[in-house]
């Protein structure tokens, strides 16, 4: 296993909500004895920040920043294959037997296959295992053929991140004279996803999924769900991982 991926998972849990605004809570209620306006400070962002980052309104407003506006259609000429990136895996799932994509992954194939089917381009699907197990990539490959009955033509099951999917697709589809794909990612994934494949050297056709809207109409766009916290948690790794990119050149 890469040592890595571990790390990244920790740092990942202590800096995302919920982690984040729990770490600054259990510091508040530490630090309250001897120092009581640093304490309650601390509870007090750590409340505020699980609360907002909580509501439905405030969740879908960070994903539609890095989102953006939905195409009005997608303009497949000159594409020459879809790729679609992994997401994760639902693991140990005793329904499947097994190993399995998760929820994320399995919206993304569901939009690649409707692509598909429209295009009639190949299938390229991304994704390895950090943690040494069954490439994700042989997954996504199943559910395509064996559930929604399209053909992949290539497997790229080497890559841990993002970045690895692009330059390790490139490199499948370079040998094929393969230049211009239509990359199959979710909305608030698609800006860091886009940059690194047109930095590893391919036109990028972006076919986002999962596009949100903040409504903040009714009262249940203002209320604590669940959901919304996590999606939240979405926003901001994404926009961590754009910055560290940038940081790292891996996007222009």
Known sequence: MDLAYPLTGLLTALFLPPGSPLVMLALGWAVWPRRP??????VLA???????LSLPFVSASLLRLLAGEPPSHLDFSGAQAIVVLGAGRYQDALEYGGDTVNRLALERLRYAARLARASGLPVLVSGGSPEGRVPEA?????????????????????SRNTWENARFSQRILAREGIERIVLVTHAWHMPRARAVFERAGLKVVPAG???????GQGLADWLPDARALL????????????MWYRLRGHTR
């Open 231 to 242: 999606d939240s948690s979405h926003a901001l790794h994404e926009g961590l991982g754009l």
């Open 209 to 215: 999924t999962r596009f949100y809207t903040p409504r």
């Open 138 to 158: 042989s997954f996504m490959k199943a559910v395509l053929e064996d559930e929604f009955g399209v053909p992949v033509r290539w497997v790229e099951a080497d």
């Open 37 to 42: 306006r640093l304490g309650r400070a601390l």
């Open 46 to 52: 750590g409340t505020l920040t699980l609360g907002l």
